[in-house]
Nanobody, 120 residues
Framework: VQLQASGGGLVQPGGSLSLSCAAS????????MGWYRQAPGKQRELAAA???????NYADSVKGRFTMSRDNAKNTTYLQMNSLKPEDTALYYC???????????????WGQGTQVTVSS
């Protein structure tokens, strides 16, 4: 199983970026998916999470600006980031809890990280 994230880049404050993360390989089912971020010198933190049931949850720092969605048919999650601030600058990682075979327990998988830089 692999998670491939894309869509990072450099944007000015107030701008927008969209990230995507596609899961591939042997996948029986995907439970929760999430986006984490890690700024230089800081711990990795959860930005948004989409459990298997219900809607997305957001960190207070991104609520109202970020929107996470899932396309279950494509095993893909998206993170639309609007009104970006310099403090949003970080390496963004996607995460998924995936059951690769019906008889195996689900486990966590991580994407490779995509850099988001918000700067004028």
């Amino acid at each position: 199983v692999q998670l491939q994230a894309s869509g990072g880049g450099l944007v000015q404050p107030g701008g927008s970026l969209s990230l995507s993360c596609a899961a591939s390989g042997s996948i029986f089912s995907i439970n929760g998916m999430g986006w984490y971020r890690q700024a230089p010198g800081k711990q990795r933190e959860l930005a948004a999470a989409f459990p298997s049931g219900g809607g997305a949850n957001y960190a207070d720092s991104v609520k109202g600006r970020f929107t996470m969605s899932r396309d279950n048919a494509k095993n893909t999650t998206y993170l639309q980031m609007n009104s970006l601030k310099p403090e949003d600058t970080a390496l963004y990682y996607c995460n998924a809890n995936i059951k690769s075979r019906w008889f195996l327990s689900p486990r966590e998988y991580w994407g490779q990280g995509t850099q988001v830089t918000v700067s004028s």
